[in-house]
């Protein structure tokens, strides 16, 4: 059981580093992209072929961040002045260029026989007590952040209630929310403590990704709220105001591109590093409407919907995983398409009723302009 749910936080925190990166791009400045994968193609890739060749990993994923930067400068450029419809379509079809090129230049990446026995982090490392000890220290400030944020988000949206409908108690809903969160987060706490105390090398990976999704949060948490940020908010909203500003929309654009390249491409990093061998199917289209989903579930344009969205998704995914073949309604060929079909009519459902998400706001949501 507490293997599992290593499991399930390592893929919670690489799909939510993940959508970090499409939120940068569609959440916060309305660009549609449907091939996020792209770019955590380039930085699993980068990091494997340059690992093998001696490079330390840290250097190696951020080189292959960089990289992904870049494929969001080349893309960016020749893109982003089309219409959102047909900047959608050449995303995702530079996302299956990508993933074809792996798998057909054998030279480089072995094409369909994968690149396996690749460097992992801390994949010899064999803690003595003081070394778990830190490491369990890290988490327990990890976890204390996370109560910091869950706090002043929930005290911010009762300040805004309060002001908007003149609510002297707080809400119902919010106090729902704030305690899911709280058990959903000590659960995890605990189980990563024992996870930490039996070290192995999931355990470790799970770690650095709790580390590298808390900096990234922050980092990106403190990008939108200042000037910056604002104006990609503004290019959301109506581009034409902040271009009569004299701000230049172009290059806003293109930085959150890149950006949001970049980011996907450290998560892609991460992604190999779990599944310990990779191959081009493990970048299929799908992967970027996994990240579609998470952003859709918590709420566009809103960092703390993403992680949310995050949990719901692979809570979902493991729950129909083990307790819809237990039924018995529908066989084992049938099922991983039952289980897509499930998902994509919550998704309509939610963007009927809520169309902004669990914890977005009405005017994040571009995608319908």
């Not at 379509?89 to 260029?97: D, K, M, N, Q, W």
């Not at 070394?131 to 204390?144: C, N, R």
């Not at 707080?170 to 105390?197: C, K």
């Amino acid at each position: 059981m507490v293997s599992y749910l290593v499991f399930l936080t390592i893929s919670t925190g690489i799909f939510a580093i993940f959508a970090l990166g499409l939120n940068i791009q569609w959440g916060y400045t309305g660009l549609i992209n449907f091939g996020h994968v792209a770019f955590m193609t380039v930085g699993a890739y980068t990091t494997i072929l340059l690992s093998l060749q001696g490079i330390p990993l840290l250097v190696a994923a951020i080189a292959g961040a960089l990289l992904a930067m870049l494929l969001g400068l080349f893309v960016g450029l020749s893109t982003l002045r089309l219409r959102e419809d047909y900047l959608a379509i050449v995303t995702i079809g530079v996302s299956e260029l990508l993933r074809l090129i792996a798998l057909n230049e054998e030279w480089l990446t072995r094409g369909a026989f994968g690149i396996q026995g690749f460097p992992l982090p801390l994949g010899n490392f064999n803690p003595n007590w003081l070394s778990k000890g830190t490491m369990i220290a890290i988490l327990t400030a990890i976890a204390l952040f996370g109560l910091w944020q869950l706090k002043r988000r929930l005290q911010i949206e009762f300040a805004t209630r309060k002001q908007q409908r003149g609510i002297k108690r707080f809400p119902l809903d919010l106090r729902f929310w704030g305690l899911f969160a709280v058990l959903l987060g000590g659960v995890i706490y605990v189980n990563s403590v024992v996870a930490l105390i039996n070290y192995d090398y999931k355990s470790g990976l799970m770690l650095l990704i709790l580390i590298t999704l808390t900096v990234f949060y922050a980092i990106v948490e403190s990008l939108v709220r200042s000037p910056w940020g604002r104006v990609l908010k503004a290019i959301r909203e109506d581009e034409q105001v902040p271009r009569a500003l004299g701000k230049d929309v172009f290059w806003y654009k293109l930085q959150a591109f890149m950006l949001g390249g970049a980011i996907a491409g450290i998560a892609g990093a991460f992604y190999a590093w779990q599944l310990t061998t990779i191959y081009p199917s493990n970048f299929q289209p799908i992967i970027s409407f996994y990240a579609w989903t998470i952003v859709v579930l918590g709420g566009a344009g809103n960092n703390g919907g993403v992680l949310l969205g995050a949990v719901i998704f692979w809570a979902y995914d493991s729950l129909t995983r083990f307790v819809l073949p237990e039924l018995g309604w529908i066989d084992d060929a049938r099922l991983g398409a039952f289980r897509i079909l499930v998902i994509g009519l919550i998704l309509m459902v939610l963007m009927v009723s809520r169309p902004q998400g669990i914890l977005g706001k009405k005017e994040e949501l571009t995608l319908g302009r």
